[in-house]
């Protein structure tokens, strides 16, 4: 069921996740469509998110946007009064003035992550949530797989001193898996959608900064004429094969248990073709991220700190894929 | 008592346990066959030895990636008797490539064509047939009675039919290929023909008719019923005359129009992906019908190429698609599901969006009246072996294989 619309407030909004924001042009949502986007959302009952660009928007558009309950999303540029707010590199948290009580989102690329682990490991100690969301994971190799297991058992040891010491910080690598005791993916095109500046909805903002012709993924060519909305506040919502953005129809998905994996529909979408199938590469790095977590528990628990209800099993495999063939 | 011996089924050789490997070595033919699916056929692109050994090559050379125990090698087009020269040269290559390299399947492997039977008594195709036919084998393709085949397989230029040419080689085939069988494509127009055709095949000696409906959109409205009779009237005809000890027809089975468990049940139908096709330009594909020349609508939906070698994320979709993941509840639930067949080719160029997951189902009807049919079939004939005293015997002889695929 649908539960949530991110809308993107101008072409330029900050990314938040895996894709990159491929427009350079500012180009904001006109007011009518904006105040349309809110109308879809109170009559679908959906929680609205938006995603702001790194200038200050006009005063009529605040005045529309708080004219319902919401989040922003803002990058660390430009980020009074933020839900969230995104860091866009590393660069941007030196001399930066976390806040208390807020999350923060970093997107780093792997390279940047494995060679300044202790910069990132610095944030952890400032903030009360750090969510790291790595840009590349579809290039992941096995050396790559290697060293973020490394880096993950380095932040084990780290989490359980601060917790030791009586902080409580946040980490998603980590922390996320060990409270989880079902899926908590990000669930784009089955309970959250987005509305983009043009007007259209897609299934993730990915989908619409998307450019599909770029030359080498010729199987979406046809994507290319229609581009990937799925439908617009003047037509409405069209998700066409909807149900494969629900778990119960990825048959990998469907008998894992990294729970806190993101489940990426536009990696999917790039690496296999299918929003429903992951590559080995997001498998993977879920499940080392899920055997961290493990390790993170024992070590809670050794230092007295219980989670009665939990338990994450030992398993001898990191990717499903291998269990669903097997099968 | 008569000693009941009933013909097998078709049965595909190492079924379930071999890799496919397609050469698709030109998209020419003589012929241009009004049902076939080749939309983008042309006698253009043929390919080079060259891309078919670094295809070898790759393939060889990643044994790990290809554990099968044994390995079929198929040539198709087009007609892939017209580049008979490059198919023996890759034949070759491969049979040695396969013992320099110790490769496992040296000892467990096969060539495999289907082909339309023009040039079939030629002495460069027969010298081939010759050479390899301890690892051959060669399936010929006939339609029926003439009316039938030249009704669709028709010369290209001069719009003749081509009956005449196929049926004059196919003593000459059935003597080298004794066990193979033809494959017939049922499309709406060629319902009515359908009893006199597979009579006419098993009258022209060949024991074995895979016959198969379309599985495109094709169907008009009675289409169901009139494919029934003529199922109804075959089953009359092979029953009363005796032709089911010696004959068989793929669309009688008495496995098919069960319900199925969705639990043990749940295989894909169709082999996309654990197959490998490879086109001229030396790009990987799941299957041939996921090449640009198959498909209507959708573009190529490619898994590498010979350079690159294949992308193992592009195949987790085939890999891990199960029956009920693609299919719509009523299928799930369908009383006679069993049998009912799709193509996962046809899946993606019918699906609303560009995937595998959305199975086309335009084939509905016309599974229900083959059903019905079957039904028809096997009640008749188990009534006709008990009057007869011979059902237990049958019981006993009764072939055990399963549907083709594909
Ligand atoms: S599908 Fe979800 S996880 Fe993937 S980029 Fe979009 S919002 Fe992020
Ligand atoms: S680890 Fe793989 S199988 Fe598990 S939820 Fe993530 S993408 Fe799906
Ligand atoms: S297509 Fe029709 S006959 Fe086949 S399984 Fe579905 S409902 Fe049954």
Request: net charge negative; hydrophobic share 35%.
């Amino acid at each position: 069921m649908l539960q949530y619309l991110i809308i993107l407030l101008d072409d330029t909004s900050t990314s938040f996740c895996h894709y990159e924001c491929t427009k350079v042009n500012r180009k904001l949502i006109s007011l009518e469509n904006l105040r349309e986007g809110i109308f879809f959302a109170m009559e679908e009952n959906m929680m609205i998110q938006f995603v702001y660009p790194d200038y200050n928007l006009p005063q009529e558009y605040e005045d529309v946007i708080e004219s319902i309950d919401h989040s922003k999303i803002k990058p660390a540029s430009c980020c009074d009064n933020a839900d969230v707010v995104i860091l866009n590199s590393l660069d941007e948290t030196s001399d930066f003035q976390f806040q208390e009580g807020i999350p923060y989102v970093l997107r780093i690329d792997k390279e940047n992550l494995f060679s300044y682990r202790q910069e990132v490991r610095d944030i952890i100690e400032k903030v009360a949530r750090l969510n790291v969301v790595i840009t590349d994971i579809d290039s992941f190799t096995d050396d790559d797989f290697t060293t973020y297991k490394e880096f993950l058992s380095e932040s084990v040891g780290q989490l359980i001193d601060l917790y030791t010491k009586g902080m409580t910080p946040q980490f998603n690598l980590l922390t996320d898996r060990m409270m989880l005791h079902e899926m908590n993916n990000c669930n784009a095109g089955h309970e959250t959608l987005t509305l983009a500046p043009d007007g259209n909805f897609y299934v993730c903002p990915a989908f619409y900064y998307a450019s599909p012709c770029d030359g080498k993924e010729i199987s979406l060519a046809d994507v290319c004429k229609k581009g990937f909305s799925v439908g617009s506040l003047e037509k409405g919502l069209d998700v066409k094969n909807k149900h494969l953005y629900k778990i119960d129809y990825a048959p990998i998905c469907r008998i894992c248990d990294a729970f806190q994996c993101k489940r990426c529909a536009w990696l999917n979408r790039k690496t296999t073709l299918e929003v429903n199938t992951p590559s080995r590469q997001q498998c993977v790095v879920a499940h080392i991220e899920r055997n961290a977590s493990r390790m993170l528990l024992e070590g809670f628990r050794k230092k007295g700190f219980y989670l009665p209800e939990q338990e994450i099993k030992e398993i001898d495999y990191l990717d499903p894929f291998e269990i669903k063939r097997k099968r | 008592m008569e000693n009941l011996k009933i013909r097998p089924e078709g049965k595909v050789w190492q079924d379930g346990v071999s890799k496919s490997i397609t050469f698709i070595v030109t998209k020419d033919c003589q012929l241009a066959c009004k049902y076939c699916y080749l939309v983008g056929k042309n006698s253009k692109e043929r390919m080079s030895f060259e891309t078919a050994k670094s295809a070898v090559d790759y393939i060889l050379s990643h044994e790990s990636q290809f554990t099968e125990a044994s390995v079929v090698w198929d040539f198709i087009g087009g007609e892939p008797f017209l580049e008979v020269d490059l198919i023996d040269r890759i034949c070759d290559y491969i049979k040695i490539e396969m013992y320099r390299r110790n490769h496992h399947w040296f000892g467990s492997y096969r060539f495999s064509l289907t082909t339309n039977g023009i040039n079939y008594d030629t002495p460069k195709v027969q010298d081939f047939i010759k050479k390899n036919k301890n690892h051959l084998s060669v399936g010929l393709t006939i339609d029926g009675t003439k009316v039938k085949h030249d009704l669709n397989r028709i010369y290209k230029k001069s719009g003749k039919g081509s009956y005449e040419d196929v049926v004059r080689n196919i003593p000459l085939w059935m003597s080298q290929f004794p066990f193979e069988g033809t494959k017939v494509t049922i499309s709406s127009e060629d319902i009515p023909y359908i009893a006199e055709s597979v009579l006419h095949i098993y009258s022209l000696g060949i024991h074995q008719v895979n016959i198969n409906c379309v599985f495109e959109d094709v169907w008009k409205e009675g289409d169901d019923k009139l494919f029934e009779r003529q199922l109804v009237s075959l089953a009359d005809s092979i029953i009363d005359n005796d032709l089911y000890k010696d004959y068989s027809c793929s669309f009688f089975s008495e496995h098919i129009g069960k319900p199925q468990n969705p639990i043990d049940e749940n295989q894909n139908w169709c082999g996309a992906g654990q197959m490998l096709a490879i086109d001229a330009n030396g790009i990987f594909y799941p299957c041939t019908r996921f090449a640009q020349y198959s498909l209507r609508e959708k573009k190529a939906w490619t898994i590498g190429n010979i350079h690159d070698g294949i992308d193992q994320n592009r195949l987790r979709p085939f890999l891990t698609l199960d029956r009920c993941t693609q299919s719509k509840p009523e299928c799930i639930s369908c009383e006679v599901s069993r049998g009912c067949a799709w193509c996962q080719g046809e899946n993606y160029d019918a699906a609303e969006t560009p995937t595998a997951y959305q199975r086309a189902t335009a084939i509905c009807k016309m599974h229900k009246a083959r059903v019905r049919a079957n039904n028809y079939y096997w009640n008749k004939l188990y009534r006709k072996l008990e009057l007869e005293g011979l059902r237990e015997e049958f019981e006993k002889n009764k072939p055990k294989s399963k549907d083709l695929i594909c």
